[in-house]
């Protein structure tokens, strides 16, 4: 699972930055970014726990035997005017 592969990752992280001395920037460096993954982490890890409405988990058939390509609809951008506002 994914909040697995981020935890190995933040706890490799953390030994790094724990190898190297304590006035070095990049172990500080080091710590925060593994702080960000940890809380990451616990939001992937909710939502793993979720619940899945039924709607969603129905099976999904994508025909790949047609070789006719069909490109999503473009949308218009809206054209900001003089205040900024679209």
Known sequence: MLSDDITNLCRAVF???????????????????????QCYRDQIQQLERARVPDSARASLVIDLSDDRIVPF????????????AA
Do not use: H, S
């Open 15 to 37: 030994v790094k930055a724990n190898g190297l001395p304590k006035d070095d920037p990049m172990q500080g460096y080091l710590m925060r970014i593994a702080g960000r993954l």
């Open 73 to 84: 609809p473009k949308m218009k951008r809206p054209i900001p005017d003089e205040g900024g």
